[in-house]
């Protein structure tokens, strides 16, 4: 997004300043589980999934969130009460600064393929002198911290600074007034507008738990600067991630719930037909369909190139049941870099998912939307993405691009590094996945797939068992529920 959140709440004239601490001369304590949703994903893994009404059968639900400016506002005071804007109060200087070293060096620390390009994106983010030269200084001043024992340095340093250069108590006025048993952050990742809220439960001695939000954040996203009590995780080997790259937490303080934004896969009243499909996305229910899901533009530039490639091998098949290609564009993509493709060729399918658009956040019918095109694809292609794993869910055969577009250089970027990243690469191993490293394989691997999808099948069963265990089963959102309840009964912090 162009704006950062308290940038759009300003801009839209939503912010008082004073909101938090107003609402807290007014509010009585209510106990029970104070629930941060700092993303609009955060909305999708635990409001449309049911986990908060599970959770508020038993105890009081209160929210801070992101403002969508939309129904999803209306849906979120109609299940629970009034809500608390998740405001980013202006830090010091010297605090942000420690939390971007805290970054840098732990990046440099994992130095894995990931963190490697996680450093790349950030160097070309980096466009005049000035933000050169800032970004070398970092670089060369992290070098001292990225080990344990000066991660451990920083982050005793930041968690002080933050305390002794706090600029408001809006959040912890707030908090002593709810007086909650725990407080709830449902994603640990891309949430610098809860980092405030989460420390201030802290300060005032309250329990706090995090959601891991996906099975790639550990190696490919920034450190987990704030020490959090509880832990809940995709998978046992995600669990094992946490615990050898934390050695503060404790292993019986990390429950392994599974993921509740898969429940929704197995939630048969979703399903539509084969006929109300293709009837809904403008395809022709006779002929297969083979879905593309795109990526992140800055991580996969010239990706319009691969579509259109696989397009042409497509329509290269004879006769009137030649496959058809649907795309599903990357949800958080405003680029528009599909437009002209969009436009100049009619015998692309593109059905976009169902989002609000200006506040980046799911519908509640987008989950449906997608778990339609994956039932009724015959394949699946895409650049080293989750939903390979949602494709394997439904015994779908998968094809990974690992060659480059044409207009993107090696020495720019390699799309064949992505499957050496240290999350994905167990798939590609496992052989449940192919890798399509040219072109030519790209098309061979197409006609295989579609006159053989059985092939792999066991592979794809294998990797779903070894990776999610009995986790699949729908009720992944009641373990996450449970757990958090559980949670919230302990006297004590850990």
């Not at 990357?330 to 002209?340: N, S």
Request: hydrophobic fraction near 35%.
């Amino acid at each position: 997004m162009a704006l950062g959140f308290q940038q759009r709440m300003e801009k839209t004239g939503l912010l008082d300043r004073s909101l938090l601490a107003d609402k807290a001369d007014t509010v009585t304590a209510k106990g029970g589980i104070v629930v941060l949703i700092p993303r609009g994903e955060v909305i999708r893994n635990f409001v449309y999934t049911g986990v908060l009404d599970e959770i508020a059968k038993s105890t009081e639900v209160t929210l801070f969130t992101v403002n969508t400016e939309s129904e999803i506002d209306e849906l979120l005071s109609s299940k629970y009460g009034d809500t608390y804007p998740l405001v980013e109060h202006d830090e010091r200087w010297a605090v942000r600064f420690q939390r971007e070293m805290l970054e840098v060096s732990h990046n440099r620390w994992l130095w894995s393929r990931a963190a490697r390009e996680r450093s790349r994106l950030r160097d070309a983010e980096a466009i005049t002198l000035s933000q050169r030269w800032k970004r070398s200084t970092k670089k060369i001043l992290s070098y001292p911290f990225a080990s344990r024992a000066g991660l451990r340095f920083l982050e005793k340093t930041e968690r002080l600074s933050s305390r002794l250069l706090s600029k408001t108590k809006d959040y912890e006025l707030t908090l002593k007034k709810l007086n909650p048993s725990l407080v709830f952050n449902g994603s640990h990742v891309h949430s610098r507008n809860a980092i405030q809220a989460v420390q201030a439960a802290q300060w005032l001695g309250i329990p706090t738990a995090t959601f891991i939000f996906s099975w790639d954040n550990l190696t490919s996203q920034g450190r987990i600067s704030l020490p959090y009590d509880y832990f809940l995780v995709w998978n046992e080997a995600l669990k094992q991630k946490l615990l050898d790259m934390y050695d503060w937490i404790k292993p019986e303080n990390v429950f392994v719930t599974g993921t509740p934004q898969f429940d929704l896969h197995f939630r048969k009243e979703t399903y539509l037909t084969r006929e109300d499909y293709c009837r809904q996305i403008g395809a022709d229910p006779d002929r297969d369909l083979v879905l593309y899901t795109t990526g992140m533009p800055n991580h996969m530039p010239g990706e319009p190139e691969i579509v259109e490639g696989i397009a042409n091998m497509l329509s290269a098949y004879p006769g009137e049941k030649r496959p058809q290609l649907l795309v599903r564009v990357y949800a958080k993509d405003l680029t528009g870099r599909f437009d002209e493709l969009r436009n100049r060729r009619r015998d692309i399918i593109f059905a976009d998912p169902k989002w609000e658009r200006g506040w980046l956040t799911p519908k509640e019918d987008d989950a449906s939307a997608l778990v339609n095109a994956i039932r009724h694809c015959k394949l699946g292609i895409n650049v080293a993405s989750t939903v390979s794993l949602e494709l394997c869910m439904f015994d779908k055969p998968t094809i990974n691009v690992g060659y480059n577009p044409p207009s993107v250089p090696l020495e720019e970027l390699s799309y064949a590094d992505y499957y050496e990243f240290d999350h994905y690469k167990p798939v590609v191993d496992s052989g449940a996945v192919q890798v399509a490293w040219d072109v030519k394989e790209m098309d061979a691997l197409i006609n295989k797939s579609l006159l053989n999808p059985e092939t792999l099948s066991s592979q794809r069963q294998s990797l779903m068992k070894n990776m999610f265990g009995s986790t699949l089963d729908g009720r992944s959102g009641q373990r996450v529920a449970d757990g958090l309840t559980t949670i919230s009964r302990l006297k004590t912090r850990h």
